[in-house]
């Protein structure tokens, strides 16, 4: 089968306030750019999916790569995966700390791994014996977030001298970012793949795992349905496995535009979850929802390119 090349993108989805607006339509834009480059001398899905999110991972607007969000403990802590919609070969690391592309990582354990995910020491130790520098976790560290995790854990000590619940303060809360990365493709030989990237949730104890690099839940591709990539709170997208839901629904023969919307539904409905979703099937069809006041999207086609905070009808 041949298909005109499509790819959309996704960079987070919460309360972006207006000063943040163009750094997050810049960077989906150049993230665009290089997953098209991909796309239009004939390369793969699985290429430009990765492509377009190390782009979003080296850029400090997102949370993903360097200039993530920290743990409770200071440190920057990675999740990925990347997932192939003709084979269902996918590659997911998590808890990563010393790689500046963990989607770099989880493409090399697609491809040259007869397992599917890695966790920390494990997965660092395969990524650097497949030829992936590994770097310091200070290198991963930017100033705006250590400011940003001393103001949240300074407020978090006030509320609890006032008795406050601090069960999930912060990622319950849509006006906290959700600046993870994703991308979907489609290529010229008609083949789907996605891929996610993230730092987490602000201030999460270590070694929480979100949904961004679990199979079917941050992330999801199957020529057979749809490729997916979702941003938000993770723990309630996990509960549901969005990303394959979604995909479930256009096997059964929905389009991907309403499947996403309705993904927004169940989601809010369902466990009051918020994020938004990408997908996208063999055919081209597109999706592109969220439940929070914005998400940072972008998507191209040969006759259209288009950006944007809010996608309309959501
Ligand atoms: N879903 C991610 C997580 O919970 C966070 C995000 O999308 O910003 O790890």
Known sequence: MSADPVLVIHGGAWAMPDDMVDAHIRGVTNALAAGWRVLERGGSALDAVEEAVVIMEDDETFDAGRGSFLNRDGKVQLDALIMDGATLRAGGVGCVEHLRNPVR???????ESPHVYFVAEGAEKFAAQHGIPLCSNGDLIIPREVERLR?????QDDSKA??????????????????TVGAVALDRDGNIAAATSTGGTLNKAPGRLGDSSLIGCGCYADNESAAASTTGWGEPIMKLVLA??????????????WSAQEAMNYLKQRVNGHGGIIVLDRQGHIGIAHNTPRMAWA??????????????GT
């Open 244 to 257: 394959k839901w979604t995909a479930d629904r256009i096997s059964a023969g929905n389009l991907p535009e």
């Open 105 to 111: 990582a989880a493409r090399k354990i697609l491809s």
């Open 162 to 179: 006032d008795g406050k619940d601090l069960f999930a303060p912060a990622a319950d809360d849509p006006t906290i970012s959700h600046d």
């Open 299 to 312: 998507y191209k086609t040969v006759k259209k390119q288009e950006a944007g905070v809010v996608r309309e």
């Open 151 to 155: 103001a949240y854990q300074a407020a």
